[in-house]
């Protein structure tokens, strides 16, 4: 017997025995009653594990021991994300070639993950660089292609000048590159998409019955963006054009004074006179190198120029002028609206900037007002023909039919999402495999020629061209086409690793499989994913693919389900010392250190304890010695406390271990581990805190606690004399009865002022409360001998004994 927890022999000792007994190794085909417990999984970067990582899988790792002794089979696999151009990059900067940088990454990270003590079947570990991963990416890729829901476009993508690559709008968010921060290029390229687009709708409708944080669903609609609207017709005079604007305020009509084509917009040049074409091309070419988010930008001085053209609205027959300005943006919409100066503020400024007529037509009574600036509310129709005086909804519905009828309107909705570019001009990822002959055009890698392996190529730095590094490996590029048999090229790009972390949760039960991505029986008793714990900034990205991925491949009849994660569970972030932390701003925290000084299992009660897991806390604002000191406390009752008998009677005793049972159990239902914490402290104290200790008593702390710290928790089941492992222990239950306080207070008043408290049996009578006091000393001596005229008497609370009238 130890006086203090040795946690580096405790961690060593049950790392080995744990991996011995295959604990955390669960019979993916033989399992009973199938939990899958999914964890984000990690890039391995360099540095090594964030102590935000440990936050997270802890967490996650908390819920699966939680279900585990439920009863129930917890499946908790890991892996790593390890292509993409975060690793890439740091491979060029420090001159390593990602081929062996990447693979000494991974085992650090590996080594770091078992020190955690998180319950990891590591007989299921995927790798995406793994040919043997890859392969199956390459695959899906395939399917989607053969779907008509992969192809190339021509498109205005986002630039990154340093990382010299495309990226995705999700990654270009803020019109800096997520990965270097640089700024944003638009830059016209042929590109591989993904129709994710297709999927926006049911995207979105399944918000509706998936059970996620409501952040993160929030963050899905937000980003799905739908709008209902109307598409409006315009034709142009003079031209066999016609202008489709989308707008969502068609009561707004006929105060629309000109109409805006976005500078990328296909009739530009067709529509623009010979008179304003230098300008208009000017302005075009300007304008497209601008990337999105500044063209989007409010406050942003209006830019525009004048087509010589004139459409006329077909709501009132007039002529208005058509404008190029780069505040509307092709990507929404039809790339075109009608402006409406009076409501809409952009179009307001930009009516001012350029002297254009501003034409009020809805009035909150009725009447004419100089605007200062846009009306955007609802009210009543003026200057507006025959729909003037009605309300702008009914009008708006009535305008909309009168439209539909000439056929200059209908209804449509719009959605904000893109299709998925996934191409990569980069070369640390899996080759997109596809053939490009110039007789047959993309011809598809037939599946018996997969995986295309990705070729070590010694220099692997982008060069500008805007072409992969593999462009430069002749005997990559020729191939023969597999349709025709002619000379032919190979695809150079490869594909981004949002692709590859969009199917991995349905790789790990059939990590291994060589001759199918994942196999149905397993897939069917394992998916969809039980809890799917991780961070919202992946709200968007990761887990809109992978549910766009998981609904093609249903629809390809390859699944049976829909849904990826049946719960998602967003985890709050952790920050140090009020910030972020970030590699930029130098506050990034290893776990290594904490780990050799502290443990994993003070690690993790720290980090469990510094706030709620949904919302985050601030790893500088305790200290960790609190956690130890509660571990230590633990090990000192266990190991010198005298266990006088198995269970306890003593009511108080009971309640006291009851109630703390629920109030764990409870919480940890609800991932409120802050507060789990804080009751097992309660009990623990409550515990040591008795005469006599109870066998009982000591193993269901040791249950309670083994969900946040293992080693210990396991070290000292087996020095209560326990031999089997206490991961295996079923989860304590609780009798509600028991959880009840036994006895209560009750205050004491004496002509309506309070002379004492009375300690009484739940739910005592009123005669029973009122004898005991008065034989206590303290309050019958303020009775002075006088007469209890009345009582009133509430139960468990008060006893108001009147001597007056
Ligand atoms: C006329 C109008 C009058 C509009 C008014 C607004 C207020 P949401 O709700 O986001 O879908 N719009 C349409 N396409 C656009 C594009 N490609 N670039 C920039 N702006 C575009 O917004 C729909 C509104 O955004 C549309 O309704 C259109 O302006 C503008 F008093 O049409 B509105
Ligand atoms: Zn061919």
Redesign the pocket.
């Known amino acids: 017997m130890r006086d203090s927890y040795d946690h580096q022999a405790a961690e060593r000792k049950w790392m080995q025995r744990w991996q011995e007994a295959k604990a955390h190794e669960v019979d993916v085909g033989q399992a009973r009653r199938p939990y899958y417990n999914l964890m984000m999984f990690p890039y391995p970067s360099a540095e090594g594990l964030h102590v935000g990582n440990v936050f997270a899988f802890t967490g996650s790792d908390v819920h699966g021991r939680f279900m585990r002794a439920q009863g129930l089979d917890v499946f908790e696999p890991m892996g790593f994300d390890a292509f993409g151009i975060h690793s890439e990059n740091y491979a060029l900067k420090i001159g390593v070639h990602p081929a062996q940088l990447v693979p000494r990454n991974t085992a650090a990270f590996r080594g770091q993950l078992r020190r955690m003590g998180l319950m990891l079947d590591w007989s299921h570990e995927v790798d995406t660089t793994d040919p043997g991963y890859y392969h199956w990416t390459q695959w899906l890729f395939l399917q989607l292609f053969r779907a008509g829901l992969a192809y190339q476009g021509e498109a205005p993508v986002n630039w990154c000048p340093s990382c010299k690559t495309v990226l995705a709008d999700e990654q270009a968010e803020g019109g800096a590159c997520e990965r270097c921060q640089s700024v944003i290029e638009r830059r016209q390229m042929r590109q591989w998409f993904l129709r994710i687009t297709a999927y926006a709708q049911r995207l979105l409708d399944n918000l509706d019955w998936v059970d996620w944080s409501d952040v993160t669903k929030q963050a899905q609609r937000n980003w799905i ?1 739908r ?1 209902e ?1 109307v598409e409006i017709t315009f034709p142009v005079v003079d031209s066999d054009a016609t202008i489709t ?5 068609p009561d ?2 006929w ?2 004074t000109y109409l805006v084509l ?1 500078p990328e917009h296909p009739l530009v040049a067709r529509i623009t006179t010979a008179a304003e074409r230098t300008e208009v091309g000017n302005y075009v070419q300007q304008s497209t190198l601008l990337p999105t988010i500044a063209r ?1 930008e409010l406050a942003r001085e209006k830019t525009g120029v004048f087509t010589g053209a004139y459409a006329l609205n077909p709501a009132n027959g007039e002529a208005v002028p058509v404008w190029v300005a780069d ?14 100066p ?3 503020q ?2 307001l400024e930009f009516a001012r900037a350029f002297g254009i007529p501003v034409r009020q037509v ?1 009035s909150p009574d009725g009447r004419e007002h100089h605007l200062a600036e ?1 009306y ?1 509310g609802e009210g009543v129709l003026i200057n507006s023909g025959p729909f003037t005086g009605r309300t702008s909804i009914e009008g708006a519905k009535a305008i909309v039919e009168a439209l539909a009828a000439t056929g200059r309107g209908r209804r449509a909705v ?1 959605f ?1 999402l893109h299709d998925w570019c996934i191409s990569r001009q980069r070369y640390w990822g899996p080759p997109i495999p596809i053939i490009h002959c110039d007789a047959c055009g993309a011809v598809p890698v037939p599946e018996e020629g997969l995986p295309v392996v990705l070729p070590y190529v010694e220099d692997f730095a982008p060069d500008g061209s805007g072409l992969s590094p593999l462009a430069r490996d002749e005997a990559f590029v020729h191939a023969r086409c597999p349709s025709c048999g002619g000379p032919a090229r190979r695809e150079t790009d490869v594909s981004d690793n949002f692709l590859d972390s969009a199917w991995f949760f349905l790789r790990y039960p059939s990590a291994g499989l060589s001759d199918a991505p994942f196999g149905p029986a397993v897939t069917e008793k394992w998916l969809p994913v039980d809890m799917y714990i991780g961070g919202q900034e992946h709200a968007v990205l990761h887990l809109m693919y992978s549910r766009f991925v998981t609904m093609a491949l249903k629809d390809l009849g390859y699944l049976s389900f829909e849904e990826p994660f049946r719960h998602f569970r967003a985890h709050g972030l952790l920050i140090e010392d009020g910030a972020k932390m970030s590699k930029s701003r130098g506050n990034v925290v290893n776990p290594d250190e904490y780990l050799d000084i502290w443990g994993a299992d003070t690690l993790r009660v720290h980090l469990l304890f510094l706030g709620p897991y949904q919302e985050g806390g601030d790893f500088g604002d305790t200290d960790i010695i609190g956690a130890r000191r509660f571990l230590e406390r633990l090990w000192r009752y266990i190991t010198t406390s005298e266990f006088s008998s198995d269970c306890p009677a003593d009511p108080e005793v009971l309640n006291l271990l009851h109630s703390k049972i629920k109030k764990v159990t409870q919480d940890l239902r609800e991932l409120r581990y802050n507060t789990a914490i804080a009751a097992l402290m309660e009990l623990l104290n409550g515990l040591m805190g008795q005469r006599q200790h109870h066998r009982e008593c000591a193993q269901t702390l040791l249950k309670l606690v083994g969900p946040f710290a293992p080693f210990i928790a396991h070290e000292l089941w087996e020095q209560v004399g326990e031999t089997g492992l206490l991961v295996d222990q079923p989860w304590p239950q609780y009798d509600e009865a028991l959880t009840r306080p036994q006895s209560v207070e009750i205050v004491i008043q004496i002509d309506g002022r309070t002379r004492g408290r009375q300690r009484v049996p739940m739910g005592a009578a009123r005669a029973d409360v009122e004898r005991m006091a008065l034989e206590s000393a303290d309050i019958g001596k303020w009775l002075h001998g006088r007469q209890i005229m009345r009582r009133v008497f509430v139960p468990n609370r008060l006893l108001n004994l009147v001597t007056r009238d």
Do not use: K
């Open positions: 963006g709008s609207g604007v989308f707008t969502t305020r707004t009509v105060g629309a976005a989007e505040y509307v943006l092709m990507g929404y919409g039809t790339g075109a609206i009608m402006a409406v009076a409501h809409d952009r179009d809805v846009a955007v719009r904000r």
